[in-house]
């Protein structure tokens, strides 16, 4: 099962059995040695599967498996880990399975408004942009606010302009319109206007919340994610988002906000959060899970784990989270029901997961 999914290092780089040869070898030794592990998820919610067709499971494992090859190819070849989390994501962001660029759910303006976040493990360097409207792909934008800016994170109008200045594919609203997510937001208008609805609902159960009128709280967190560490050992993370059917007052989740559902530091984790965004930034979900690797020595699985199965239920929040260490081991807690997953190792298997119990 790929909820609590451990890859120990050890065997991805020597087998179950060291050589004897493995035997001296000293850290910096064992480090150089290709270990390269990738880790998506395409957001975490109400997912059963009493409720999904045969033909759309198939496809959303088709979308995962495809993101996952995206990734894989990029550190199979020597490519850095920050190439390779932007480009499963926009693998990601291309379909509209995910709600994340082309299927970006719609506010109540009837717009699509993406987020998105990216993060060098390495230097600690970081780029987002939040509230884009004309650029193809949220995920490369945030990569050109980190590589060819000064800042951090841009919004709105002054991100796109940035993004086109930057050279992002720029294009007109209506590529992101989906007729299914058109329909999501006129199902919400008609149940209740004054609500925000989490994306894939399979209900309109309604549980009081002083969030901004937020109701509908267990239902499917749409947001896509990925993080990597690279044969160089450097680990990276990658956020993408549409935030949330019929969102109001130009609401802002988690997902571009560094520290709360993005971040990466080689010298604990790479984590990319999905769940009820004001509940991770309240929490700060992705930079404690890194803080309590590195000051309270707890590994990547117990760490991701406080945050997700304690501290954000603790709030009344849901959602989930993927993350790996800087030897490769991975993490994918989840609260709800199911979470699009997916993991690929440097031998090149591919395994994928939807749903709590397999």
Not at 292 to 311: F, G, H, P, R, W
């Amino acid at each position: 099962m790929l909820k609590r999914l451990i890859l120990p290092f050890a065997a991805l780089v020597m087998g179950s059995r060291p050589s004897k040869a493995a035997v001296g070898m000293d850290r910096d030794s064992v480090a150089q040695k290709p270990h390269y592990v990738m880790a998506i998820h395409g957001g975490a919610g109400t997912i059963l599967k009493s409720q999904m067709t045969p033909e759309k499971e198939a496809a959303y494992k088709a979308g995962l498996t495809k993101a996952l090859e995206a990734g894989y190819a990029v550190l199979k070849s020597g490519g850095s880990s920050l190439d390779a989390v932007e480009a499963a994501v926009k693998v990601m962001e291309d379909n509209p399975l995910f709600n994340a660029g082309k299927g970006a759910v719609f506010t109540n303006e009837g717009r699509n408004e993406m987020d998105a976040a990216i993060m060098n493990g390495k230097t600690l360097q970081a780029g987002a942009v939040a509230g884009v409207t004309v650029v193809k792909n949220p995920i490369t934008a945030a990569r050109a606010v980190m590589d060819k800016s000064q800042h951090v994170l841009m919004f709105g109008p002054g991100a796109e302009k940035f993004a086109k200045q930057a050279g992002c594919e720029i294009v007109d609203p209506s590529y992101f319109y989906t007729e299914d997510r058109w329909k999501a937001l006129q199902k919400v208008r008609a149940a209740d206007s004054t609500k925000m609805q989490l994306d894939h609902d399979s209900t309109l159960q309604k549980k009081s919340s002083s969030l901004l009128g937020i109701e509908n709280k267990d239902h499917k967190f749409g947001t896509v994610g990925a993080v990597a560490v690279d044969k160089q050992g450097n680990l990276a993370a990658a956020t993408s988002t549409g935030g949330m059917t019929n969102k109001k007052f130009g609401r802002v989740g988690d997902s571009p906000i560094i520290g709360a559902g993005t971040y990466a530091n080689n010298a604990t984790c790479a984590i990319s959060c999905t769940g009820w965004g004001e509940y991770f930034i309240r929490l700060v979900v992705a930079k404690t899970v890194s803080d309590l690797m590195e000051y309270k020595n707890l590994s990547v699985t117990d760490a991701a784990s406080e945050l997700i199965m304690k501290q954000v239920p603790k709030l009344g929040g849901d959602g989930g989270l993927i993350a790996i260490d800087k030897d490769g081991n991975v993490a994918m807690p989840f609260n709800t029901a199911g979470m699009y997953r997916g993991t690929v190792t440097a031998d090149g298997k591919i395994e994928v997961e939807i749903y709590k119990d397999k």
